[in-house]
């Protein structure tokens, strides 16, 4: 049963085009989250749209008008499970404009994956700076860097790149207090190291992608504090009657609690618990 595994909250950042919606495209897509024919069809009509490359991040970008403009609007939550974890990914927006989003989920996160494009010309830009400094004031505590598009490099696959855009990362981390970073040379589109070793980056002896993940720590859960769930946003789904979307910070929720919204002071009672569309008697912090 997925509940059995200890949970993460895992937010993807970083700069708009550097693949992040890919990476996590790809990483459902290998983890059989997502059947080969739906990334089949998405590869047809990407190169339709002109838009060659895009398969794996459309598994995200679930948004006609995102699909359209290839950028990621909204928050968008998939579970996946390793041996070891049960993950829920939040793909954040990179853009610009959507930096508030961004905060949203980075604040939900157990951990973060940071995406560096290691194209020529690319590397650690301002975006990569605000979204890595934000993670840190938002307090996620612990953090993975990728260094992606390792296949685009001049050659492909260039030791010596990666090697040039991690100093830029470190020179990046190291001052906003992010120590020990895992920094992982991968192509999300090709899916070198992701899962396993990448022939490759033969060079490569670190860990892949999943090692890092697999890593990671559970956050202490407060469960012996008073429930608190601040509200994201609410639903009235008919025949089911007001929905209350949120993540349990402190506490511990049960179907049947009496729970209290404020600053309304109004009173309510919990019918039942849903996370991921799977029905749960109770739900504990993340």
Known sequence: MAQELPH???????????GKS????????????IPQHIIDEYKKESEEK?????EFAWVMDRFKEERERGVTIDL????????????????????RDFVKNMITGTSQAD???LVVSAREGEGVMAQTKEHAFL?????VPQLICVVNKMDATQPPYSEARFNEVKDQITKL??????????IIPISGYK?????????NLSWWKGPTLMDALNALKVPQKPTDKPLRIPVEDVYSITGIGTVPVGRVETGIIKVNDKVIFMPANKAGEVKSIEMHHTPMQQAEPG
């Open 76 to 95: 968008t939550h998939r579970k996946f499970e390793t041996d070891k974890y049960y993950f829920t990914i939040i793909d954040a927006p990179g853009h």
């Open 111 to 113: 951990a973060a994956v």
């Open 22 to 33: 890919t990476l996590v495209g790809r990483l459902l897509y290998e983890h059989g989250e």
């Open 135 to 139: 993670a840190r004031t938002l307090g």
């Open 191 to 199: 899916g070198d190291n992701i899962l396993k070793a990448s022939p």
């Open 50 to 54: 002109g838009k060659a490359t895009f």
């Open 8 to 18: 993460i909250n895992l937010v993807v950042i970083g700069h708009v085009d550097h």
């Open 173 to 182: 981390l190291t001052p906003i207090g992010y120590r020990d970073v895992p």
